[in-house]
T-cell receptor, first 115, second 115 residues
């Protein structure tokens, strides 16, 4: 299947700082990328959907000024957690879909710990 | 409203025995259904999907799923379980309310295969 790479896999940052997570589609052009958050032993919560070259669409309750999403190219989307707080600590997973494809492929996830 | 239900939080199976992980869905129209597997601290791996065609879908690692329209079910099955199949399994349906193709996930079922 298609490969989606996520980096970093783990990051620790101090409260008040910002951290960026990258999501890359390695062998296909991802016209649409999705960012999820997963709490321990819970299902995935969709945070936002981004299309290449367009502003991201955020789900209700997700602060767009806190979770900045950029999808500047067909192979890269970034999630920047701004002014991070300990409650932002979580497992963040990106996924990608190409044009009219039906299957969505996921990255390996990024563990964020805010101390 | 569209939804996916995985009625079992956990399924325990002995190695070599058949396994079933249940999933039912509620959507209007024809559903696009997916199964993903998540190993600890990892992203989601695509197992199989049903879009149209044969009701029995075969996927990765020997897994298969049967689409049953009358029962609105899409149970995941494997004839002979392996210890390495132990993981968290998610059933998902494509959200038809948007053109983005994002997925609506069930809460997940933890599969435990004992030697």
């Amino acid at each position: 299947g298609a490969v989606v790479s996520q980096h970093p896999s783990r990051v620790i940052c101090k409260s008040g700082t910002s951290v960026k997570i990258e999501c890359r589609s390695l062998d296909f052009q991802a016209t649409t990328m999705f960012w999820y958050r997963q709490f321990p032993k819970k299902s995935l919560m969709l945070m936002a959907t981004s299309n290449e070259g367009s502003k991201a669409t955020y789900e209700q309750g997700v602060e767009k000024d806190k979770f900045l999403i950029n999808h500047a190219s067909l192979t890269l989307s970034t999630l920047t957690v701004t002014s991070a707080h300990p409650e932002d600590s979580s497992f963040y997973i990106c996924s990608a879909r190409w044009r009219s494809g039906n299957t969505i492929y996921f990255g390996e996830g990024s563990w964020l710990t805010v101390v | 409203a569209q939804s996916v239900a995985q009625p079992e939080d956990q399924v325990n199976v002995a190695e070599g025995n058949p396994l079933t992980v249940k999933c039912t869905y509620s959507v209007s129209g024809n559903p696009y259904l997916f199964w993903y597997v998540q190993y600890p601290n990892r992203g989601l791996q695509f197992l199989l999907k049903y879009i149209t065609g044969d009701n029995l879908v075969k996927g990765s690692y020997g897994f298969e799923a049967e689409f049953n329209k009358s029962q609105t079910s899409f149970h995941l099955k494997k004839p002979s379980a392996l210890v390495s199949d132990s993981a968290l399994y998610f059933c998902a349906v494509r959200d038809i309310r948007t053109s983005q193709g994002n997925l609506i996930f069930g809460k997940g079922t933890k599969l435990s295969v004992k030697p």
